[in-house]
T-cell receptor
Framework: DAKTTQPNSMESNEEEPVHLPCNHS???????IHWYRQLPSQGPEYVIH???SNVNNRMASLAIAEDRKSSTLILHRATLRDAAVYYC?????????FGKGTSLLVTP | SQTIHQWPATLVQPVGSPLSLECTVE??????LYWYRQAAGRGLQLLFY??????ISSEVPQNLSASRPQDRQFILSSKKLLLSDSGFYLC?????????????FGQGTRLTVV
């Protein structure tokens, strides 16, 4: 599976939108883009995934660049409960290989 | 609804002792099953995954092994634990749909080897 690059950490104020970037310049045509998040001492939680088109669900939105070499996870209004490590993962097979992710700090 | 059970939640084991962690999934059939490990302050490392009974793929060489004796049961084992085996072990499952579907994680086992 192709690699992803994410910033180590980001900070946001509560109730403001958050845009978490992910670069995946070597993405293949069959790779899906997945986002998970992990709260301290818990297992990862699925957030959203997509292939080519932008996706929305109750948790977040996923904006995928036209060339698919980057994507952005959008949290529309950050809450303190959104403080977590966010992982951007590419997968076209059975396995999800997690990188180091972005640690999001949300301040009141 | 589907649920995943993983136990125990915490475990302290001496170096050289054996290990057996069990994970079971309910409410689905023929799931893909995974074992991950997260060392302190580090990311999640995929250890093993299985797409069917008796089918195990290992991602990294290590002191651990995995088995899938039943469709919804996944076991992580070691004959002799090392200090470096300490970490947070997570079991996960996903449905049979390559690359597209979401994975669901258990609550994890925090293993400390002393």
């Amino acid at each position: 599976d192709a690699k992803t690059t994410q910033p180590n950490s980001m900070e946001s104020n509560e109730e403001e939108p958050v845009h978490l970037p992910c670069n995946h310049s070597t993405i293949s045509g069959t790779d899906y883009i997945h986002w998970y998040r992990q709260l301290p001492s818990q297992g990862p939680e699925y957030v959203i995934h997509g292939l080519t088109s932008n996706v929305n669900n109750r948790m977040a939105s996923l904006a995928i660049a036209e060339d698919r070499k980057s994507s952005t996870l959008i949290l529309h209004r950050a809450t303190l409960r959104d403080a977590a490590v966010y992982y951007c993962i590419l997968s076209s097979g059975y396995a999800l290989n997690f990188g180091k992710g972005t640690s999001l700090l949300v301040t009141p | 609804s589907q649920t995943i059970h993983q136990w125990p939640a915490t475990l302290v084991q001496p170096v050289g002792s054996p290990l057996s962690l069990e994970c079971t999934v309910e409410g689905t059939s023929n799931p893909n099953l995974y074992w991950y490990r997260q060392a302190a302050g580090r990311g999640l490392q995929l250890l093993f995954y299985s797409v069917g009974i008796g089918q195990i793929s290992s991602e990294v060489p290590q002191n651990l092994s995995a088995s899938r004796p039943q469709d919804r049961q996944f076991i992580l084992s070691s004959k002799k634990l090392l200090l470096s085996d300490s970490g947070f072990y997570l079991c996960a499952w996903s449905s049979y749909d390559r690359g597209k579907t979401e994975a669901f994680f258990g609550q994890g086992t925090r293993l400390t080897v002393v």
